[in-house]
């Protein structure tokens, strides 16, 4: 992935054009396993909802959550979580050495999860934590991460690069979301040497569009609910069944096809539908193609 200033979440509810997906005659994905947890379970709500970003570890059972002050670690099947950083920094802006906001998430083929914070006094320091706990502080990160072919990302001459963000490719396509003005966005496609092409146009809602490198798909917002479809020419937009408008995807383990979204009302699952407060849930996606 071509490095970029993280962007926040998406908060939702913001104005704007949802993203718009081709009704087609494509039977709707149907996830093989849906299980729903508590937001407050997972990360704490205290910070402004916009913020809120998720990272699943390979394998798809630990779920790495910012909300923009602090990060944790949740463990899914031990339904518990613990903090990766110091808590209560935007508290304690008189002592500069303080987090004062979460820049990254991002899983290493080592295992960790390393969490990239901002002090009060403009410095970076980086956090890392695996399934045991939180390691503290680190110097060093990986040299080499999974999934992306970096090299390929940036040679490919995106248009009007300035208006480029979260530049993502494998071996066979690149995928980038541009800004068209006034609050509009597209998701773009390409293959190497090829020219570009629009997948779906819409809003900020787009910022939150994932990339599976793995199987060469995308997934995305919609209006009527969230959206996987694969990058290859003529590949049609294909609803992720149960899935409603106003999801928010968040994060997606191709190794175990996990899928996490935020559902601001309302349980994931038959047997809590309707639960008051915002849930994670978690969608486990079929193999691509089935």
Request: net charge neutral.
């Amino acid at each position: 992935m071509r490095p970029v200033a993280p962007l926040l979440a998406l908060l939702l509810g913001l104005c704007g054009p949802l993203a718009w997906a081709a009704p087609t005659a494509t039977s709707p994905v149907v996830p093989e396993a849906v299980q729903g947890v508590a937001l407050s379970a997972v990360s704490d709500p205290e910070a402004a909802s916009g913020s809120l970003r998720m990272a699943l570890a390979p394998g798809g059972q630990m779920l790495a959550a910012s909300n923009g002050a602090a990060a944790w670690l949740y463990l899914r099947e031990a339904r518990r979580r613990f903090a990766v950083t110091p808590v209560g920094g935007r508290r304690d802006r008189h002592d500069m050495g303080a987090v004062a906001s979460i820049e990254g998430l991002r899983w290493g083929l080592d295992g960790r999860l390393y969490v990239w914070a901002r002090l009060f006094n403009g410095a970076e320091q980086i956090y890392a934590a695996d399934r045991s706990g939180a390691l503290g502080p680190v110097l060093r990160v990986p040299e080499r991460w999974p999934d992306e072919d970096d090299a390929l990302a940036d040679r490919y001459p995106v248009p009007d690069p300035d208006n480029a963000y979260d530049i993502h490719a494998n071996a066979r396509h690149i995928v980038w979301r541009q800004n068209l003005g006034h609050g509009s966005m597209a998701l773009m496609a390409a293959e190497p040497g090829g020219a570009p092409r629009q997948l779906a146009r819409g809003g900020w809602e787009l910022e939150d569009a994932l990339f599976d490198a793995a199987a060469s798909h995308v997934i995305y917002a919609s209006a009527e609910g969230v959206v996987v479809q694969g990058l290859a020419p003529g590949a049609p937009p294909v609803m992720i069944a149960g899935t409603r408008g106003a999801d928010q995807p968040l994060s997606f383990d191709a190794a175990s096809r996990w899928l996490a979204l935020r559902r601001a009302r309302g349980g994931c699952d038959a047997a809590v539908a309707n639960p008051s407060g915002e849930h994670v849930c978690l969608l486990r996606l079929p193999p691509a193609g089935k």
